[in-house]
């Protein structure tokens, strides 16, 4: 027994030596709340209609970087503006990677969103010059279709009036403007307002993101898929996902067919991609990367990432746009007064007009600030053991960026909870950069969201249509809430609001 006992201790004493991490001898990994159980972890504690405050008290409550267990899996939490700039700014390439997610891979496959590595940096290179180039084009832009759907979007809401409905559901409005304004970027085409298509589509839209958000818990307890009655949705959400990426296989096979994309002049994201997927095709010397990220499948789940990610985090930021606004009208009379100014009633403004309306840019972004609606963004996973504030961050931790105490940090905004569009303006109210320290509205570092400069186009060009034409105010005897509740992204209650022509 002796010498059993003797060489493990000798196996033992190998093992230590072969794993012995220099950066870690003195390191203490992240300090972790108290309350983990076996098998859910830290879920338990989590405030299921706001998590995010639960996670914003332990980072006040154990420092800018804890752990917590969600089930078995020990993520790692990165908050406030300082640490997020050492962790996602200065090693930027080391915490660019995605964890596995199981419900993603399982059910929608490897896409762009949760890919990582070159696969990642090459589709993301190819992305970020096409939407430059559209968002500055002048003819046949994003800029174009936003202006044409606003326009569409007014002609509906004047024949409303005219019928004497004073009633608007904002973010049912805008729905349109932002899934046509989508449609026509990703496929090159659009819906009449309105049309049965449009509305079905809406339907199956709303269908799935319900789905989404119910198998949310299966990403840390991926054993719950066969709970009764139905896995908190998970077989349905795998016929649902299957049933959209056909669709938008069957999209790309339409256009391979009628190979109408090979015409230069197309420059829908879909065309782009096929003329792409050709040349990848022809090349002998294409690279295993092109390979993987030019094909119909990888293609098709991109298309269904991009329209997924987009219309609902637009849609919940004009809900939360309109209910600042008739909740502090000084800033919509405000803003509208500074439209009128300098545009009148009848002249369009566009996004290059921003920089004459600082007020209104500084609105949006204090809407944005406020609303907060992705606490967390995606996941993100570190390539290589590091440090980070004097704590050990293991290779392949899954990393979690708490944007939201970044967003209600009195040390970037003072009065955080307050809603002062002022405060991102200098002396001569103009727009201060220096001011919006801490401003991350769409992540930090290698895989900032890349819908940026559209989400912020669209914000901007409607909500100044909107407000140069209507006043909008409660509607009498109606209870109107700033309550923030989490699904998916963080959304108000339904409402509805009273439109008045100027």
Not at 121 to 149: C, H, N, W
Not at 385 to 408: F, K, Q
Request: hydrophobic fraction near 40%.
């Amino acid at each position: 027994i002796m010498l059993v006992l003797v060489l493990l201790f000798v196996i033992y004493c190998l093992w230590r030596l072969l794993t012995y991490r220099p950066d870690a001898k003195h390191l203490q990994l992240p300090p972790t709340p108290y309350g983990r159980l076996p098998v859910i972890g830290h879920l338990w504690r989590l405030n299921s209609v706001k998590p995010f405050e639960t996670i914003d008290y332990w980072s006040r409550e154990y420092g800018d970087i804890f752990s917590v267990f969600f089930g078995t899996q020990r993520v790692i939490v990165i908050s406030r503006a300082r640490l997020m700039r050492d962790a996602f700014l200065k090693q930027a390439d080391n915490f660019s990677g995605r964890p596995t997610l199981f419900v993603h891979e399982s059910c929608w496959g490897r896409g762009h969103i949760i890919s990582d590595g070159d696969e990642n940096t090459e589709m993301r290179k190819f992305l970020s010059k096409y939407l430059r180039q559209k968002i500055g084009d002048a003819r046949g832009g994003i800029q174009v279709a936003l202006i044409r759907e606003i326009q569409n979007m007014i002609d509906s809401i004047d024949a409303k009036l005219q019928r004497g409905e004073t009633h608007l559901d904002i973010e049912q409005t805008v729905f349109y403007v932002v899934g046509n304004v989508l449609t026509s970027f990703l496929f090159g085409r659009t819906y009449p307002h309105g049309s049965l298509e449009f509305k079905q589509n809406s339907l199956w839209l709303q269908r799935t993101l319900t789905l989404m958000e119910r198998t949310a818990p299966l990403t840390f307890l991926p054993w719950l898929r066969y709970a009764p009655p139905d896995g908190f949705g998970y077989w349905k959400m795998k016929k649902q996902a299957a049933e959209v990426h056909q669709m938008m296989r069957d999209e790309l096979e339409q256009r391979l067919v009628i190979i109408d994309y090979k015409d230069e002049s197309k420059s829908d994201l879909t065309s782009v991609l096929l003329r792409k997927l050709d040349e990848v095709r022809s090349d002998r010397s294409a690279t295993v990367i092109e390979q993987s990220n030019f094909n119909e499948d990888r293609i098709a789940m991109l298309m269904t990432e991009m329209f997924f990610a987009a219309i609902q985090t637009e849609c919940n930021t004009f809900g939360w746009a309109f209910l600042y606004f008739i909740e502090h009208p000084q800033v919509q009379q405000k803003c509208r007064q500074q439209i009128l100014a300098k545009f009148g009633t009848e002249s369009r403004v566009r996004w290059s007009d921003r920089v004459h309306l600082p007020y209104i840019e500084a609105t949006v972004f204090e809407v944005q600030r406020c609303a907060n609606i992705a606490p967390f963004s995606v996941f993100h996973r570190n390539y290589h053991a590091t440090t980070l504030d004097g704590y050990y961050v293991p290779a392949n931790s899954t990393i979690l960026m708490n944007l939201y105490s970044t967003l209600v940090d009195p040390n970037c905004f003072r009065d955080p909870h307050a809603f002062e569009p002022e405060r991102f303006l200098d002396d001569n109210d103009e727009l201060s950069f220096r001011k919006m320290h801490g401003l991350y509205l769409y992540g930090l570092g290698k895989r900032i969201c890349m819908g940026e400069s559209i989400a912020r186009c669209e914000l901007f060009t409607v909500i100044c249509a909107l407000l140069q034409r209507y006043r909008f105010r409660k509607i009498p005897e109606r209870g109107y809430s700033l309550e923030k509740k989490m699904e998916l992204t963080i959304h108000a209650d339904p409402y509805e609001l009273l439109v008045e022509p100027l």
